[in-house]
C-alpha cells in the first residue's frame, strides 16, 4: 500500500485532476484520476499542488537582527553595509544560530524547504562560518541549506580576504561567492573575479556573487564573470546575484552582453525586493528601479531565479520568508504581467531557483522527492496574486507544516457567508 496519495490536484503546468502517489519518501506516480489505497490520503479539491520553494539568494547571518545595535536611517544599502559592519564584532553565535532557526521555523511554515544562504567570512574568527555549518547540520531534515563564502568586505579590500575565504572553504561551506564592485576599482573588481572562479575551478565548487549591485551604467563585473565561466569550463556552475547595472546600462552593449552570458551559462538572480527598495537611491526623478532585465535575460535563455536577499536586517526591515512575495513583487518591478510573465515569476521561485542551487531530486515528476506544498489557489497566477496560504507543507512525504486557510467570515443579509478571494468561474 502506498504511503500517502494526494488527489484532484493542480499542477503548476495546467494539468487538473491529477493523483501524486508518494512512497518511502518519493513521488511513485503522477497520474490523471487515480484512487488507489494508500495510509495516508490528501483530496487536493483542484488546488495547486507544487514543488516546494526555493530561495537562492539569502544572507542568513544577518535575518532578524533589525535594531541590532541600532536601525539603517537611510535604509541605503551604503548604510545598511556599514552597520553591519558595527554588528559583526558583537555577533555571539548563540544569538545568530536561535535567530536562523527561528527564520528556518518560518520558511519551512511557508514552504520554502531550500536556502542557499550567503555567509560572510570578511571576520577572521569565521563565527558566522561555524554558526551557520551548525544550523545547516540541525536545520538537515528539513531544509536544504547551501552556504555561499561571502567577503563582504572584498576579498582584495579586506586583508585576510582571500585566506579567509579559503578557510571557510575549508571548513565545508558549499559554493564560492564575491562582491567585484564593492572592491576598490574596476580592475580590481575584474581581478577578484578571476580569481575566485579558479578557486572554484580547483576545488570543484559552484560560484555565486553579488555582481554589479550597483546603478553604475559602466559596471561590467557580469560580463568577466561570464568570460571567466567559460574560459574555465564551469558552464551552469556559476551565478551573478543581483545585476543591477544592467537596469541601466546601454542597450547596445546589453544586446552584445545577453548572448554572451547566455553562451557562458551563467545563471542570474534578481532579488525583487531589495533591487527596488536600494537601487535608484542617487536619483531624483525619474528614479529607476535597478532590478536587472529579468524578461530579456530569460528571452536570451538565461536561467533567471528570485531571491529573497534579506529579512529584517540591516538592509531590509521587511519580509516574512514568503517566496509568492518575492514573485510578487518581481512581477510588478519587471512588468512581468503577461499570463507567461506571471507563471515564469512563479518558476523563478521554484524550478529556475532549484536549477541554479543544483537541487537533486526537486519537482513533482516521478523518481523526485515528495517535497511539496498544497496552496490555497487554483493556480500559480492565483497563487501569486494572494500569496497564497500554504495548506500543507511536505518533506519526503512527511507533513512539516500546516496552515489554516485564509478565509474570511461575512456577516450580510443576501450574500454569502464567507470569500476566500477567488472569483467565482462564471461564464460572460
Ligand atoms: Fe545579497
Not at 582584495?156 to 561567492?177: E, M, Y
Not at 569550463?233 to 546600462?249: A, E, F, I, K, Y
Amino acid at each position: 500500500m502506498l504511503d500517502l496519495i494526494v488527489t484532484h490536484a493542480v499542477l503548476p503546468d495546467g494539468r487538473t485532476d491529477m493523483s501524486i502517489a508518494v512512497q518511502n519518501g518519493r513521488i511513485v506516480e503522477v497520474t490523471a484520476g487515480l484512487a488507489v489505497p494508500a495510509h495516508e490520503t490528501l483530496d487536493a479539491q483542484g488546488l495547486l499542488v507544487a514543488p516546494h520553494f526555493v530561495d537562492p539568494h539569502f544572507h542568513m547571518d544577518a535575518t532578524l537582527s533589525y535594531g541590532l545595535p541600532r536601525v539603517n536611517e537611510s535604509g541605503t544599502l551604503l548604510e545598511g553595509i556599514a552597520l553591519w559592519g558595527e554588528l559583526k564584532p558583537l555577533l555571539k553565535a548563540e544569538a545568530l544560530i536561535e535567530r536562523a532557526l527561528a527564520y528556518c521555523d518560518w520558511a519551512v511554515a511557508k514552504g520554502l524547504l531550500a536556502i542557499r544562504t550567503h555567509v560572510d567570512t570578511s571576520d577572521p574568527s569565521l563565527l558566522a562560518v561555524e554558526a551557520l555549518l551548525e544550523v545547516k547540520r540541525l536545520v538537515a531534515p528539513y531544509i536544504d541549506l547551501q552556504l555561499v563564502a561571502f567577503p563582504q568586505d572584498g576579498v582584495l579590500r579586506s586583508a585576510g580576504g582571500v585566506d579567509n575565504l579559503q578557510r571557510a572553504l575549508d571548513k565545508g561551506v558549499d559554493v564560492v561567492g564575491g562582491i567585484p564592485h564593492f572592491e576598490r576599482t574596476m580592475a580590481d573588481g575584474a581581478a577578484s573575479v578571476k580569481l575566485l572562479c579558479e578557486i572554484a575551478a580547483k576545488r570543484g565548487k559552484l560560484v555565486d556573487m553579488h555582481c554589479d549591485e550597483s546603478d553604475d551604467p559602466m559596471s561590467r563585473h557580469i560580463e568577466t564573470l561570464a568570460y571567466e565561466a567559460q574560459r574555465l569550463g564551469l558552464q551552469g556552475r556559476v551565478n551573478g546575484s543581483h545585476c543591477t547595472s544592467m537596469h541601466s546600462m546601454d542597450n547596445y552593449y546589453v544586446s552584445k552582453l545577453l548572448p554572451l552570458i547566455a553562451g557562458s551559462g551563467v545563471s542570474v538572480i534578481a532579488n525583487p525586493l531589495i533591487n527596488i527598495t536600494l537601487q535608484g537611491r542617487h536619483d531624483t526623478y525619474p528614479k529607476r528601479r535597478g532590478m536587472t532585465r529579468v524578461p530579456e535575460l530569460m528571452a536570451a535563455g538565461v536561467n533567471v531565479a528570485f531571491g529573497h536577499d534579506c529579512v529584517m536586517d540591516p538592509w531590509y526591515g521587511m519580509g516574512s520568508g514568503d517566496m509568492l512575495e518575492v514573485a510578487h513583487m518581481g512581477l510588478h518591478v519587471a512588468q512581468m504581467t503577461s499570463q507567461a510573465g506571471i507563471r515564469a515569476c512563479f518558476g523563478a521561485v521554484t524550478t529556475n531557483a532549484a536549477k541554479v542551487m543544483h537541487l537533486g531530486g526537486y519537482g513533482l515528476d516521478v523518481g523526485c522527492d515528495a517535497s511539496f506544498v498544497l496552496l490555497q489557489a487554483r493556480d500559480p497566477v492565483e497563487a501569486i496574486r494572494l500569496r497564497a496560504t500554504r495548506l500543507k507543507v511536505f518533506k519526503k512525504g512527511k507533513l512539516l507544516a500546516e496552515t489554516p486557510a485564509a478565509t474570511a467570515r461575512l456577516h450580510m443579509t443576501g450574500r454569502a457567508e464567507a470569500t476566500s478571494f477567488m472569483p467565482p468561474r462564471t461564464g460572460v
